[in-house]
């Protein structure tokens, strides 16, 4: 059998604040297979871009690791390597923008200001391909012209803020996937856009997955987007997951109460005038985590006497449907439909 790209194991991770440790991921445990595209799906506060960053070390200097969390980096070719046991920068770097690249929500938090697009993709590349300046300039605009950017000689000279919004995230997209890494994460890389941009992204990302063969792990608040772009998805609530399976299974058979929450919040094109269902209440405070089942606090269906004080392992209401809810695992024990 095939190791998956990635494994994550008893992903833990915890933050030094004046007020103490506060825990941000809580025991996230998922793989990604080459060619794959795995969703991230939560509400802002879930702990989603802290796992991601997590991937490539880019949280910050506070971030204390769980001793038994383990991110293991599988490589055609190359031993398992445990991301979280790296000690030296030199070996970080094979891993951070060489094996893995990532674009983030806003493009132009990211490319430094006072200097062209081009010669960001050049440094990058000289660093992690060893190119000559010649070389990784003639790729640099290859990848521009390959992301769909017009006049990519030109545009390559550039300076970011010369770009509009979607240009600017095609740029970031061409940057990362210069360095031809295995992963690719996309921490939101749709939201900053208007809805016909958000549109051509997506469709670019999901040809260049093909086309690379590479893996994606692609986190959103949106289940619209994971729907048309993800293989799977992978649900988190307060640096929990709660749900992952296959995209279609968890959409039209969500069965934990968070993830039929995200789906009935969405709006209805199809009946304009149903009223929109947020999930009631807010997200807690990382330094107020409820006890038991973390979402019991907001959840109606929440079984007294349980859910409070027991925290939910998983249970599989169908094959690779997994679901971490008190609710879900009784309905199963009963015979009941999840």
Same mark, same amino acid.
């Not at 046991?85 to 920068?89: F, I, N, P």
């Not at 891993?95 to 806003?106: C, D």
């Not at 606090?297 to 109606?300: A, E, H, L, S, V």
């Given at each position: 059998m095939?190791a998956p &790209?990635?494994?994550?194991r008893d992903?833990t991770?915890?933050?030094?604040?004046d007020?103490?440790?506060?825990?941000?991921? #809580?025991?996230?445990?998922?793989?990604i297979a080459?060619g794959?595209? @795995?969703g991230l799906?939560g509400?802002s +506060?879930?702990?989603k871009?802290?796992t991601?960053?997590? @991937?490539?070390r880019l949280?910050?200097?506070?971030?204390?690791?769980?001793?038994q969390s383990?991110?293991?980096l599988?490589l055609p070719?190359?031993?398992?390597?445990?991301?979280l046991?790296?000690?030296?920068?030199k070996?970080?770097?094979q891993?951070? +923008?060489?094996?893995?690249?990532?674009?983030?929500?806003?493009p132009m938090?990211?490319?430094a200001?006072a200097?062209?697009?081009g010669? /960001?993709m050049?440094? /990058? &590349? *000289? &660093?992690?391909?060893r190119?000559?300046?010649?070389?990784?300039?003639?790729?640099s605009i290859e990848?521009?012209?390959?992301?769909?950017i $017009?006049? $990519?000689?030109?545009?390559? !000279?550039?300076?970011?803020?010369?770009?509009? !919004? !979607?240009m600017?995230?095609r740029?970031?997209?061409a940057?990362?996937?210069s360095t031809?890494?295995?992963l690719?994460?996309?921490?939101? $890389?749709?939201?900053?856009l #208007?809805?016909?941009i958000q549109?051509?992204?997506?469709? &670019?990302?999901t040809?260049l997955?093909?086309?690379? %063969?590479?893996?994606?792990?692609?986190?959103?608040?949106d289940?619209?987007?994971i729907?048309?772009?993800?293989? *799977?998805?992978?649900?988190?609530y307060l !640096?929990r /997951?709660?749900?992952?399976g296959?995209v279609?299974?968890?959409?039209r058979?969500?069965?934990?109460?968070?993830t039929?929450?995200?789906?009935?919040?969405? $709006?209805?094109?199809?009946?304009?005038?149903?009223p929109l269902?947020?999930?009631?209440?807010?997200i807690?405070?990382?330094l107020?985590?409820?006890?038991?089942c973390?979402?019991h606090?907001?959840?109606?269906l929440?079984?007294?006497d349980?859910?409070?004080?027991?925290?939910?392992g998983?249970?599989?209401p169908?094959e %690779?449907?997994?679901?971490?809810?008190? @609710?879900v695992e009784a309905k @199963?024990?009963e015979g009941?439909?999840?």
């Open positions: 095939t &790209l990635l494994s994550v992903l991770i915890r933050f030094r604040t007020e103490g440790l506060i825990t941000a991921v #809580d025991r996230v445990s998922f793989d080459q794959e595209v @795995l799906v509400e +506060g879930s702990g871009s802290v991601a960053k997590a @991937l490539m949280n910050g200097s506070n971030t204390v690791y769980d001793p383990r991110i293991i599988n070719g190359q031993a398992p390597v445990d991301v046991a790296l000690r030296r920068e070996d970080m770097m891993v951070r +923008g060489g094996a893995i690249s990532m674009i983030f929500q806003e938090a990211s490319f200001p200097i062209t697009v010669d /960001q050049v440094e /990058q &590349l *000289r &660093l992690h391909r190119m000559t300046r010649r070389e990784a300039q003639a790729l990848m521009l012209a390959r992301v769909g $017009p006049e $990519p000689a030109r545009r390559f !000279g550039q300076y970011a803020f010369e770009f509009s !919004g !979607g600017r995230q740029a970031m997209i940057m990362a996937l031809q890494p295995r690719l994460i996309a921490d939101e $890389p749709t939201t900053a #208007d809805v016909t549109a051509q992204v997506i469709d &670019l990302m040809d997955v093909a086309e690379f %063969g590479m893996a994606i792990l692609f986190i959103t608040h289940l619209g987007v729907a048309q772009t993800a293989d *799977r998805v992978a649900v988190m !640096g /997951q709660v749900e992952t296959a279609r299974q968890v959409i058979t969500p069965a934990h109460p968070y039929s929450g995200l789906i009935a919040a969405l $709006p209805q094109l199809d009946d304009i005038d149903a269902v947020p999930v009631p209440g807010d807690p405070s990382p107020n985590r409820p006890s038991g973390v979402f606090t907001r959840c109606g929440a079984l007294p349980l859910c409070a004080a027991r925290d939910p998983f249970v599989a169908a %690779g449907h997994a679901v971490a809810c008190h @609710l @199963l024990r009941s439909p999840a």
